[in-house]
T-cell receptor, first 114, second 114 residues
Framework: EAGVTQSPTHLIKTRGQQATLRCSPI?????VYWYQQALGLGLQFLLW???????NRGNFPPRFSGRQFPNYSSELNVNALELEDSALYLC?????????????FGDGTRLSIL | QKEVEQDPGPLSVPEGAIVSLNCTYS??????FMWYRQYSRKGPELLMY????GNKEDGRFTAQVDKSSKYISLFIRDSQPSDSATYLC??????????????FGKGTLLTVNP
């Protein structure tokens, strides 16, 4: 069974540009979560999508947004990139949230802002 | 007070040693407890997932939860060089709304020396 896949592996942008990161969940999983892992800050919750809807977002500005497609894959968009956005962006997926299913992670997209 | 505290280490042990990793949390609303292992340049890999107080064993790994003390532990028996990684504790509240996000400790870097 394929795990969570993310693309691209590495993305290099400059300040002010926009970045799009993509995630495919484990087959059968309907929930997708995005986390940011910045140096020294640990893993911080960004966004949660379930059944195509944004269910919750963390303490991040509105320039972080995303969506979930009918096939449950998801993309994260970051607008007006700033230097502090440099981080590893991790996607996780889980089965039915009401059943207490654990989250499984992909290997992330490393976003570097020059 | 942070929601979850984890000693960042680093922790260095000889091969075969018993390793003890710990986290404390501040809110009794947290009901689900996880340990993830993260190798360099990889995403977190789920090791243990528990709900209730007590011990859960899986091979060389034992997860321990003490809800009365708000303390969780991961023990690794007969540690191997391949166990060298960053270990992350993660906690989650019960069902509903924003409760599905994971709150992570900062991670403990473990090195097992041959």
């Amino acid at each position: 069974e394929a795990g969570v896949t993310q693309s691209p592996t590495h993305l290099i942008k400059t300040r002010g540009q926009q970045a799009t990161l993509r995630c495919s969940p484990i087959s059968g999983h309907t929930s997708v979560y995005w986390y940011q892992q910045a140096l020294g800050l640990g893993l911080q919750f960004l966004l949660w999508y379930d059944e195509g809807e944004e269910r919750n977002r963390g303490n991040f500005p509105p320039r972080f947004s995303g969506r979930q497609f009918p096939n449950y894959s998801s993309e994260l968009n970051v607008n007006a990139l700033e230097l502090e956005d440099s981080a590893l962006y991790l996607c996780a997926s889980s089965g039915q949230t009401g059943m207490g299913q654990p989250q499984h992670f992909g290997d992330g997209t490393r976003l570097s802002i020059l | 007070q942070k929601e979850v505290e984890q000693d960042p280490g680093p922790l260095s042990v000889p091969e075969g040693a018993i390793v003890s990793l710990n986290c404390t949390y501040s809110n009794s609303a947290f009901q689900y407890f996880m340990w993830y292992r993260q190798y360099s340049r990889k995403g977190p890999e789920l090791l243990m997932y528990t709900y209730s107080s007590g011990n859960k064993e899986d091979g060389r790994f034992t997860a321990q939860v003490d809800k009365s003390s708000k303390y969780i532990s991961l023990f690794i028996r007969d540690s191997q060089p391949s166990d060298s990684a960053t270990y992350l504790c993660a906690i989650r509240k019960n069902s509903g709304g924003s409760n599905y996000k994971l709150t992570f400790g900062k991670g403990t870097l473990l090195t097992v020396n041959p």
